[in-house]
């Protein structure tokens, strides 16, 4: 079984920066993806931005430019680099993983973290 343990979530204004951390017990996917999601209080999850084996990495359109996902694969960690944060940022981030098959990431199937909050104010 998969653990993801999520840190670096707080409190910014806008225009600040901050830096989440995803680090996974074991990855045992032949062909992954691992990413964030964010949900904002009232609204679904949406996708933020992910990684999958072969290196590609997608970012959601508002957030391209400001975030940037890497990995760390010595330490098992993925960090999600947040800059130029806005208010509509704000949100609880979930880390993400699961298999990836034929181009499709199965994220229903896979593995959560508890989510750690995001607050900007303006």
């Known amino acids: 079984q998969v653990q993801l343990m999520e840190s670096g979530g707080g409190s910014v204004q806008a225009g600040g920066s901050l830096r989440l951390s995803c680090t996974a017990s074991?990855?045992?996917?032949?062909?992954?993806?691992w990413g964030w999601f964010r949900q904002a209080a009232g609204k679904q999850r949406e996708w933020v931005s992910s990684?999958?084996?072969?290196?590609?990495?997608g970012y959601k359109d508002a957030v391209e430019g400001r975030f940037t996902l890497s990995q760390d694969n010595t330490k098992n960690t993925l960090y999600l680099q947040m800059d130029s944060l806005k208010p509509e940022d704000t949100a609880m981030y979930y880390c993400a993983a699961t298999r990836r098959w034929a181009g499709y990431c199965y994220w229903d199937e896979g593995y959560w973290g508890q989510g750690t909050q995001i607050t900007v104010s303006s």
């Open positions: 074991r990855l045992t996917y032949r062909n992954y993806c």
């Open positions: 990684i999958n084996t072969d290196g590609s990495i």
